[in-house]
């Protein structure tokens, strides 16, 4: 074997190379993420994350909204409920101011208190009217005396067991508006108290055919009545706030998983490039901007893969900072080249067509690897750049494509410290007997 360049040296390095172009790109998933307990997510309080405080302003926002509708709503319906309660008790109280005999009742002294045919005939009526609408709690006539405030009952019909006898006192200090009910048909503005209960009432006039105010009529609906319709009007609005809440949560659950997953996908991926990984990939198949910043980090990852790999390849022939250099200058390289003065070192082995001929080629292959791998570290240590190997021979140069003013120096110590490496490996090869073989 006399030609020194032996082909079977540089097999192994080509090899190499194309495994590593054929590694497949991996999608980063969560089920690999917790296999691997890599989750840079975790780095984060839960009520920091983003998708978290996002739902909770979002949904936080959206039930205080709600929550004025529903309170809105809850009073308008009460308002109209109370208003057509009341609307109803003005017209029952009208219609009987209507139907009854006023000046009948005004043959009667104002305190009277036996009970005629007149008093069992209202009261029928009254009793007739009241179990008819179940709204009504007591229908009653009052006469006015002297006193604006010291009324009388002429006629009292109550569904309760408290009614007022013919003649009985009834004080109107605490409800003004019954004292209107003598001019004018009218009805309370809201609940009222009394020895009676808590009622709403409405009032109208008896008149006489000559004009006279004798009395009024008066018709009751008890607070138990307009408590079934608070409570009613307070069920259904909880039942509306239940199912919006219900609603509201399903939504901001589902924006909240359609953020947070992509999120995740995004900070792992990224976490796993920073640790040196270039394979993963994120392939987020959406049409928004998460899909976009996912294609582009994407492309990102390839573009780190194969400026990595075409420094992996420059690192089998150049030291990895004189790769990092060259690779990092952002100007384009043209051909032609740049005049620099550098140091320039040659070695190679003496006898080494005597050494192939008397070992096999396996034999060969393994020693010269070695031998060109130990030189090939020392040069890189002393920031030399190999141009060739030879066989045997190594050509390296000091001062490009990295330029430093002590290249000479450099390239001296490189090679003193090439010759105390070769003596080392001259030791190893004589205690394997690799030596004996070429002597």
Not at 229 to 246: D, E, K, P, Y
Request: proline share 4%; with cysteine; net charge negative.
């Amino acid at each position: 074997m006399t030609h020194k360049q032996d082909p079977l040296v540089y097999d192994a390095p080509e090899w190499t190379v194309a495994s590593e172009l054929a590694t497949p790109a991996v999608a980063v998933e969560p089920a690999a993420i917790r296999d691997a307990n890599f989750n840079p997510i975790r780095e984060i309080r839960a009520f920091h994350r983003f998708h978290f405080r996002l739902t909770l302003l979002y949904g936080g926002a959206v039930m205080l909204t709600l929550g004025l509708l529903v309170y809105l709503f809850y009073s308008l319906w009460s308002h109209s409920e109370i208003e057509a309660l009341q609307r109803r008790l003005t017209a029952i109280a009208g219609s009987l101011a209507q139907t009854i005999d006023a000046d009948a009742i005004a043959a009667f002294p104002i305190r009277h208190e036996q009970t005629s045919p007149l008093h069992q005939q209202i009261y029928k009526q009254f009793e007739y009217l009241a179990h008819t609408d179940s709204d009504v709690e007591s229908i009653y006539i009052l006469r006015p005396s002297n006193v604006p405030t010291e009324l009388y009952f002429f006629v009292d019909f109550a569904k309760g067991e408290q009614q007022g006898k013919p003649g009985q006192f009834y004080s109107a200090d605490e409800t003004p508006v019954l004292l209107k009910g003598f001019t004018k048909t009218v009805v309370e503005d809201e609940p009222y108290q009394d020895a009676y209960g808590l009622t709403l009432s409405a009032y109208a006039p008896l008149v006489t055919r000559s004009g006279e105010k004798v009395g009024l009529v008066g018709v009751d609906v008890k607070s138990s009545r307009l408590e079934q319709m608070q409570t009613r009007v307070l069920v259904a609005s909880g039942i509306i706030l239940l199912v919006s809440i219900a609603v509201i949560a399903l939504v901001s659950l589902v924006v909240a998983r359609s953020i947070r997953e992509p999120l995740v996908r995004l900070i792992v991926g990224t976490g796993a490039v920073a640790q040196g990984n270039l394979d993963v990939r994120l392939r987020l198949r959406r049409a928004d901007e998460f899909g976009l910043l996912g294609k582009y980090f994407d492309k990102m990852a390839e573009e780190l893969k194969e400026r990595q790999t075409l420094r992996d390849l420059f690192g089998r022939y150049l030291s990895e900072d004189v790769a990092r250099s060259v690779l990092a200058r952002n100007q384009n390289l043209e051909l032609g080249g740049q005049e620099v003065v550098v140091t320039v070192l040659f070695c190679d082995l003496r006898d080494y067509t005597t050494i192939s001929e008397r070992l096999s080629p396996m034999q060969m292959v393994a020693m010269i690897n070695e031998y060109l791998g130990v030189m090939n570290l020392v040069i890189d240590e002393h920031n030399g750049c190999v141009i060739e190997f030879l066989g045997d021979g190594i050509l390296a140069v000091f001062g490009a494509p990295q330029q430093f003013p002590e290249h000479a120096e450099m390239g001296v110590r490189c090679a003193i410290a090439m010759r105390e490496a070769l003596q080392e490996l001259n030791q190893k090869w004589e205690q394997e007997g690799i030596a004996d073989r070429w002597r």
